[in-house]
């Protein structure tokens, strides 16, 4: 059995039925999708705060002497020189360099790390993981049923917690964790996100859930905190140019066409897996790239949509909506290289009508 099918719903999925949510499925999990205005909840996070349930995710303890060495030959990412109390984003590839899950490791304490996976493919990473760490001493053991996960994200996130915390917020820097409590409660408080604004992010035990969410809503409410689904945390992450597997990521790629071989460390010591097909594709270029799209009107590509250059397609929608910080159309594509030159006059086929389009760099909003 599967960890999702053993825990189809978060230990806060009550709270998010009294609360009204629309509940869907998500990566085998009963998730909120929107509380009431997805629009609002995304302008929520971007002026003041959004919360949201993230138990969905997959958390993957590595321990042992060798646990850094284990990581840096599973990984793309030099983990054995992150600090303790630092975090990096990484992936997961195959030999043959695809990707199969982009992770964020934590290095919480010393031969102790944290990976966190999508929830889709937690039982994916965890049995590679356990695969490629024989010969290492080390341990692998999938944490995914002791962990809630909680998010407060917007630039009122260290506001609202600051008074809750054992820890000044805003003296953790951006991508580290701290072991600290909240409303008296022992938690894992690390400064990541995934909406593009600041932001945090709270591991805390199953039980105590729902009792550190209405703690901080009630803490966040005169701020302008709202409870936020994953609709908001959609286009928010598209807003910010962040990838989604499944979408921009997935095993039909590998980290060079996502525009993200910055991950792949060929420098790190020793070999790592995929590292032979990864070098290659780093000195031949990739023949197709991820790029960003801004169009006007209030129609949007979405993804498995066509992109055309007069009558040839170069390449596909991964995710689109209409922007709801610009106003206007957006979209992250996979094209053809020579069609990829920020600026490109291009056209997304909406379902037999043109909508004209212009490829621009990511991302589409950076916060001030």
Partial sequence: MTVRDARASTPLTDLHTRLGATLTDYAGWRMPLRYDSELA?????????????????????????????????????HLSAVAVGRARYTMLCHDNGAILDDLVVYHTDPDRYLVVANAANTTVVHILLRDRAHGFAVEVTDRTR????????????????????????????????????????????????????????????????????????????PHGL??????????LRLEAGMPLYGNELHVGLTPYEAGLGRVVAHRKPGDFVGRTALAHRRDTGPQRLLVGLIADGRRAGRHGYRVLAGDRVIGEITSGALSPTLGHPIAMALLDLDHTEPGTPVDIDLRGQRLPAAVTTLPFYTRS
């Fill in 41 to 77: 909840e995304h302008h929520a996070v971007r002026t003041a705060a959004g919360l949201f349930d993230l138990s969905h995710m997959g958390e993957i303890e590595i321990t042992g002497p060798e646990a850094g060495r284990m990581l840096d030959h599973a990984l793309t990412g």
């Fill in 146 to 221: 002791e962990h809630a996960l909680l998010a407060v994200q917007g630039p009122g996130a260290a506001a609202i917690l600051a008074p809750l915390t054992g820890t000044d917020p805003t003296s953790l820097k951006y991508y580290s964790a701290t072991r600290t409590t909240l409303a008296d409660t022992p938690i894992l408080l690390a400064r990541t996100g995934y909406t593009g604004e600041d932001g945090f992010e709270i591991y805390c035990p199953p039980e105590v859930a729902t009792h550190l969410w209405q703690t901080i809503t009630e803490a966040g409410t």
């Fill in 226 to 235: 709202r409870p936020a689904g994953l609709a908001a945390r959609d286009t």
